[in-house]
């Protein structure tokens, strides 16, 4: 595997459901993030993660909750989510922070909360 | 407060013609500014990037992009479309600091 990696490609959960989404890069890079993509909306940052610290939330309900284990590998566990949180989760990952540090995209996770 | 329009949600061009996509930014620094390309069904991938050298930038795929600071704009280009290069462009800016600015999106349609 190489680059950004994301599993499952598609989910479909019901409100009461609770399930993970996997963010892993092959890239030896320090920081990670998760976005949100929704029609016709700017991509939204949810979390940055460097060297496995949080150092970004930008006001995510905490039925969002990330977990970085270690600066290869991040995930977002879902709980009891609206149907507003249909969208496409993009997990990104950068070098560093710095901010000429261009990002890594994966391939997105397609989420349809039912 | 930092921002990104792009102007234009949807843009088509004929294969051969020049693209133009459009992106103006506001910014309170000195920005870094990006120019991304998503495909279907895939994440978005880099196509160049402006750190505040020359203010021409060459990306990948024949794509270039001009830093015109009077302007605050970042527009991208290409003297000839393909039928490749039909997908979703976003602009990004980043100020200091960790957080990326997106815009909303341009897709481009190439006709043949």
């Known amino acids: 595997e190489t680059g950004v990696t994301q599993t499952p490609r598609h989910l479909v959960m019901g409100m009461t459901n609770k399930k993970s989404l996997k963010c892993e890069q092959h890239?030896?890079?320090?920081?990670m993030y998760w976005y949100k993509q929704s029609a016709k909306k700017p991509l939204e940052l949810m979390f940055v993660?460097?060297?496995?610290?949080?150092?970004e939330n930008n006001s995510v309900p905490s039925r969002f909750s990330p977990e970085c284990p270690n600066s290869s590998h991040l995930f977002l566990h879902l709980h009891t989510l609206q149907p507003e949180d249909s969208a496409l989760y993009l997990c990104?990952?950068?070098?560093?922070?710095?901010?000429?540090?261009?990002?890594?995209f994966g391939p997105g996770t397609r989420l349809t909360v039912t | 407060a930092q921002s990104v329009t792009q102007l234009g949600s949807h843009v088509s061009v004929s294969e051969g013609a020049l693209v133009l996509l459009r992106c103006n930014y506001s910014?309170?620094?000195?920005?870094?500014l990006f120019w991304y390309v998503q495909y279907p069904n895939q994440g978005l991938q880099l196509l160049l990037k402006?750190?505040?050298?020359?203010?021409l930038v060459k990306g990948i795929n024949g794509f270039e992009a001009e830093f015109k600071k009077s302007e605050t704009s970042f527009h991208l280009t290409k003297p000839s479309a393909h039928m490749s290069d039909a997908a979703e462009y976003f602009c990004?800016?980043?100020?200091?600091?960790?957080?990326?600015?997106f815009g909303t999106g341009t897709s481009l349609t190439v006709i043949p």
């Open positions: 990104a990952s950068s070098q560093e922070l710095g901010q000429g540090a261009e990002q890594y």
């Open positions: 890239l030896g890079h320090n920081a």
């Open positions: 993660y460097n060297f496995k610290e949080q150092t």
């Open positions: 910014s309170s620094v000195p920005p870094y």
């Open positions: 402006y750190t505040s050298a020359a203010t």
């Open positions: 990004a800016v980043r100020p200091a600091g960790d957080q990326f600015y």
